[in-house]
């Protein structure tokens, strides 16, 4: 027995032991195909999600009456939920777009099913306070909102009711007099949510989801001018993402649903559509997410003929490569996730995945990147950047990085984030740092707040510091402390050019991103300058010191 | 303000009016109208997109707008089906507002660039109502029997109520200055109703024809209101709306009386959206058990529909269009077991089903 009994004892500890240093059949998949995890569940479906400047997520219920303006603030980190501060009116089916202030304008609402609201409202995160705007001209129920290169918020569409249908008139918000500019030579009947993007040249171009697409100038009273069809046709409740400057994605949608996808570069002289590879399934009523890495993760949807097949719910993600043009299937949720869905991107590179009529329980989806080794890591991202300006980022893994890229924080409503985009930050990396260039102006990056991520060689990206890009932003300092050290430390002197630095009297200095700073060793009488230590090196009197980070350099200073 | 324009020069207080209309309402509430109607299915559409239905003409055709076969064009809704119209050559989007007795229809198409009213013959050709000089865009709204249309015209000055001539010649509706003004609809002596920016918020506005701009007030307690419907007789309805654009449905009659059209038991908005030459109104209330369309007769007062058609499978939601023999288009949904997840509208994502209901002993 007693043989026995150490046998199967050996036998257990060998089992355990095998199974923990096996690979998992998850992980080890989750490399190539990402893992959803099941979160806690809601007391409500949300459809409208926003990631916060504070990385936090605002979600509100659908409902007429008060359930509407139910908001809620889920923290990523422990998926708490805090009750918010209440709007003034029931604010389901509106359109939303954050302001360069951080601020989230909020267009139209609902009255009932069809019947739109006329108002407008700010949510501050920063107080959690709401504030009325002006009136629009009249209700608009499923409405888009644009940020503008200026910061003001572009409103189209919206119904007003189903006597008189959609709301024709454009209007703007005029963000700095807090007042309405009518875009009335530009009246035009438009779709639900028509998706709308911020084009390089200052116009905001209607990609979908009619085939008609057109350019809107919104300067003055604006004009309409053609762009051209899309190739497949209405693609209602599809999706639609700028995955780079002036390049826009277009999916999935129509009745019955389409998996086809068509790409235009607004970049060029003659803008055309064409027809890039088709995901492997039809979907509509998806989602696309714009992940750090400059891909697109599409998820749920459903591929059955009609208005919202919930017999037909689509579980499997899809990514596509910009750079390949291809499609690659991932993993399956397991919550469908269909009309009144949403994907909101989180700072730690995870997809929060909400919703859907009757579905309480959010899941989040961890990409294959978050399972490819470790994470680059970042410091230093500066609150504020201006347009063009330089800036720096401290990251032990500098030599490494292989893209920036920037991406608008997440505002989505019934599966479409309304101001999605992604930018790709130009860099030079040094030892310790990477000095990026900020997007050239608000065309090409609307200003608000963005997450910022450095994506290694191996595609993984760094958890993403959230920046407001703005016209312009004081310059990064960094200070560069000397300390004196040696058998005889007090007895020399370390200066700077630029001046600042006169050590033994003011031995730390703030300097401008960028700066190069040349200290200077010098030693009294009957003393002798040893040698420099952190950030300089070498025996040379003189140092330079580039400040693309702080910096502490010591200074060595000995008897003769 | 709680009358505009009474008869014989009198003006009572609203209080008077109000008290008086509101007890013949209560009064006659309760009791069931003897009218009933045939319910006849006319349409299914997909909600999630623009669907408009108005109407109707002497012949029971609505018309309206939605999406067909991906693109959004004018929808004629008729007994035995619906007929999908185009508008301007080429347009992407089309929308019928209007309808006459003699198969006229009006509405607005988009052109490349802009928004642009037309007005189609009962035999199909097409033309358009082109703006005011110098502006870009226009919709037509209503059209009488002369075939003279109502809408707007817009441009740098802004929207503008404007009428159209049966030629086609477009005029600035008088005694409205700047932007912000629209005509919703007009009757066959020309009175134009609609909607004009008074500085305080939009008020409903009617232009008796050859005359300057009338304001005529909202309820009281209610900032802004809009006009939507006019009958032979000068009889208007809409609504008023509260500081919080809650509307609640509203009669302004000839003789210069404004009426709470009220709302049904356990709803707190309403909207009246047609009104024929008896007097018939129809439009929408949010009731206990949703949205319904209502009925608002001199007899049967305040209606639910719902409770005047046969057990249906169907819960009408509006009623956009009543016609001189009492005819109604009305829209809704299959009625379905609201399993509330927190207090959501579930008929949010159902096929729009669109309407005709004949009054009992009417010849389907």
């Known amino acids: 027995m007693m043989v026995k009994e150490a046998f199967a004892q050996a036998l257990s500890a060998l089992l355990v032991v095998l199974v923990f240093l096996s690979p998992s059949p998850v992980r080890g998949q989750a490399d190539q195909t990402g893992q959803w995890d099941t979160l806690d569940t809601l007391p409500f479906f949300p459809i409208h999600d926003h990631l916060l400047p504070d990385g936090k997520v605002m979600i509100w219920p659908s409902g007429a009456g008060t359930s509407g303006s139910d908001a809620r603030l889920w923290d990523p980190a422990n998926q708490s939920l805090t009750p918010l501060a209440k709007p003034a009116h029931d604010i389901f089916c509106s359109g939303h777009a954050y302001l360069a202030d951080g601020r989230l304008f909020v267009a139209g ?25 002006p009136d629009m001209n009249a209700g608009r129920w499923y409405p888009t909102v644009t940020t503008l290169a200026n910061g003001d918020a572009l409103v189209v569409s919206g119904k007003i009711d189903n006597t008189v249908g959609v709301n024709t008139l454009p209007q703007v918000y005029q963000a700095e007099t807090g007042t309405w500019r009518d875009l009335s030579s530009a009246v035009l009947g438009q779709a639900l949510y028509p998706m709308m993007f911020l084009a390089p040249d200052g116009r905001v171009v209607n990609v979908g989801p009619a085939r008609t697409t057109r350019y809107l100038d919104t300067s ?19 999706s639609a993402v700028m995955y780079a400057d002036g390049k ?64 037909t719910p689509v579980y499997p993600a899809e990514l596509w490569d910009p750079a390949t043009e291809t499609w690659k299937t991932l993993a399956s949720a397991t919550v469908p996730r269909l ?82 985009r992604l930018n790709v930050l130009a860099f030079t990396p040094t030892a310790t740092a990477l000095e990026i260039v ?20 191996n595609g993984v990206p760094s958890i993403g510091g959230i920046v407001r890009v703005a016209a312009s932003a004081p310059s990064q300092t960094f200070t560069l402390a000397v300390a004196k050290t040696g058998t005889d430390s007090s007895k020399g002197t370390v200066t700077s050019s630029p001046a600042g630095i006169i050590c033994g009297i003011v031995c730390s200095k703030s300097f401008s991103g960028g700066t190069v700073v040349t200290l200077t060793a010098k030693a009294l009488a009957n003393r002798v300058f040893a040698g420099w230590g952190g950030a300089c090196s070498g025996t040379a009197t003189t140092c330079t010191v580039t400040m693309d980070g702080n910096k502490a350099v010591t200074a060595s200073f000995n008897k003769r | 303000m709680s009358s505009y324009c009474l008869p014989f020069g009198a003006r009572l207080p609203w209080k008077s009016i109000a008290t008086f209309l509101a007890l013949a309402l209560c009064l006659v509430a309760g009791s069931a109208s003897a009218v009933t109607y045939t319910i006849l299915d006319l349409a299914t559409l997909d909600e999630g997109a623009t669907v408009v239905v108005r109407g109707m003409n002497a012949s029971g055709t609505a018309v309206g707008g939605g999406r067909v076969e991906g693109a959004h064009r004018g929808l004629l809704f008729r007994r035995g089906g619906v007929q999908a119209v185009d508008g301007l050559p080429g347009s992407d989007h089309t929308v019928v507002f209007g309808i006459n007795d003699l198969g006229v229809v009006v509405g607005g198409s988009n052109s490349a660039t802009s928004a642009r009213a037309f007005l189609r013959t009962h035999t199909g050709a097409v033309r358009e109502l082109a703006p005011l000089a110098g502006d870009a865009a226009s919709t037509a709204f209503g059209v009488n029997h002369h075939n003279e249309a109502a809408g707007i015209s817009s441009g740098r000055i802004g929207e503008r109520a404007v009428v159209w001539t049966a030629a086609g010649a477009v005029s600035v509706l008088p005694g409205v200055s700047g932007a912000g003004s629209r005509a919703r609809a007009l009757n066959d002596r020309g009175d134009v109703v609609g909607v004009a920016d008074s500085g305080a918020g939009p008020r409903a506005v009617v232009w008796p024809r050859g005359g300057p701009a009338l304001q005529i007030g909202a309820l009281p307690g209610r900032a802004t209101s809009e006009a939507i419907a006019v009958n032979a007789g000068g009889d208007i309805v809409g609504y008023s709306a509260d500081a919080a654009g809650a509307r609640r449905a509203t009669l302004w009659t000839s003789g210069g009386a404004v009426v709470d059209l009220g709302a049904l038991a356990g709803g707190d908005m309403s909207q009246a959206l047609a009104i024929n030459n008896a007097g ?19 007899a049967g007062g305040l209606q639910d529909l719902n409770a005047l058609i046969a057990p249906s499978s169907a819960v009408l939601t509006h009623a956009t269009g009543i016609n001189q023999t009492g005819a109604i288009v009305a829209f809704g949904h299959d009625a379905v077991s609201h399993t509330d997840h927190d207090g959501h509208d579930d008929d949010h994502e159902l096929p729009l089903r669109v309407f005709l209901l004949l009054p009992s002993g009417a010849k389907p």
């Open chain 2, 280 to 298: 018939h109104i129809v439009g929408t209330s949010t009731s206990s058990v949703g949205s319904r369309a209502c009925l608002w007769t001199p």
């Open chain 1, 109 to 133: 609402g609902h009255i009932q099913n069809g019947v739109g609201l006329p108002r407008a409202t700010f949510y501050d995160p920063f107080t959690n306070a709401w504030t009325g705007a």
């Open chain 1, 220 to 238: 003055s009273t604006g004009s309409w001018s053609s762009l051209g069809n899309s190739g497949f046709g209405s693609r209602t409740y599809g």
């Open chain 1, 339 to 420: 009309y009144h869905s949403a994907a909101v991107l989180l700072p730690d590179g995870r997809v929060l995945s909400t919703g859907g009529d009757g579905y309480l329980t959010p899941e989040a989806f961890s990409p294959p990147y978050l399972f490819k080794g470790a994470r680059p890591t970042m410091t230093g991202v500066p609150s504020a950047i201006g347009y063009g300006q330089r800036f720096w980022v401290q990251t032990a893994q500098a030599m490494s990085i292989s893209k920036v890229t920037l991406i608008r924080i997440a505002s989505v409503t019934h599966a479409f984030d309304q101001n999605q």
């Open chain 1, 248 to 311: 826009i994605l277009l999916i999935g949608g129509g009745d019955p649903p389409t998996n086809t996808a068509e790409v235009i570069d607004l970049n060029q002289t003659s803008p055309a559509w064409r027809f890039t590879a088709p995901m492997s399934i039809a979907r509509r009523q998806l989602n696309a997410t714009l992940l750090p890495d400059g891909t697109v993760l599409v998820t749920g949807g459903t591929s059955g003929a009609g208005f919202n097949n919930a017999s």
């Open chain 1, 438 to 457: 900020a997007p050239a102006n608000g065309n090409s990056a609307p200003p608000g707040h963005y997450l910022l991520f450095i994506v290694d060689a």
